[in-house]
């Protein structure tokens, strides 16, 4: 069983919808949650940065976790073309780090 | 920018060839990473530098070794490859490896390496 659990998608959204992207996990030690945001022939871009359970939001995204369930989502709302990229989840416990294989995101002007 | 740098973007290397990937952080940081990405697989986390002492190493095969002469470059030489690691590598950075909030990864725009 992978650590962590990502859905590859492709995914594809008009603009302005509300995007929903998750994560599932099995290693109860994770203590902190990540999204990374990776546009075509760049590096990862740290989006949101959370440690344990409940919701952080800044601006049009939203980040949940929800440790009982290991189960992680990032929302985006009044998602805009620029959104198109491919986001990562990751988690960390002590000094290693896991991450999902992406999700596609394209957003539809 | 992250400002955190690689050289060079690509390369095209043979299996007998040596070559060197170079990382620079322009961020004061005190730990460093080499990540490998391939297509359709998650990061995988290759070597870990704190205070310029390698702290994790991740299994990875010999013909990869890194050296962190400072805690603001890193580099990862590469010697007789096999086509399969043929991926993007990526570079990141952290204040330094302990766990918590405001103690996250910068990453670098990576080195896409084909392996002939």
């Known amino acids: 069983q992978k650590e962590v659990e990502q859905d590859p998608g492709p995914l594809s959204v008009p603009e302005g919808a509300i995007v929903s992207l998750n994560c599932t996990y099995s290693?109860?030690?994770?203590?902190?949650f990540m999204w990374y945001r990776q546009y075509s022939r760049k590096g990862p871009e740290l989006l949101m940065y959370t440690y344990s359970s409940g919701n952080k939001e800044d601006g049009r995204f939203t980040a949940q976790v929800d440790k009982s369930s290991k189960y992680i989502s990032l929302f985006i709302r009044d998602s805009q073309p620029s959104d198109s990229a491919t986001y990562l989840c990751a988690m960390r416990a002590g000094n290693q780090f896991y991450f999902g294989t992406g999700t596609s995101l394209t957003v539809i002007p | 920018e992250t400002g955190v740098t690689q050289t060079p973007r690509h390369l095209v290397m043979g299996m007998t060839n040596k070559k060197s990937l170079k990382c620079e952080q322009h961020l004061g940081h005190n730990a460093m990473y080499w990540y490998k990405q391939s297509a359709k697989k998650p990061l995988e986390l290759m070597f870990v530098?704190?205070?310029?002492?390698?702290?994790e190493n991740n299994s990875v095969p010999s013909r990869f070794s890194p050296e962190c002469p400072n805690s603001s470059h890193l580099f990862l030489h590469l010697h007789t490859l096999q086509p399969e690691d043929s991926a993007l590598y990526l570079c990141?950075?952290?204040?330094?490896?302990?766990?918590?909030?405001?103690?996250?990864?910068?990453f670098g725009p990576g080195t896409r390496l084909t392996v002939l």
């Open positions: 530098y704190n205070f310029k002492e390698q702290t």
């Open positions: 990141a950075s952290s204040q330094d490896n302990r766990q918590g909030p405001h103690n996250e990864q910068f």
């Open positions: 290693n109860s030690a994770f203590q902190y």
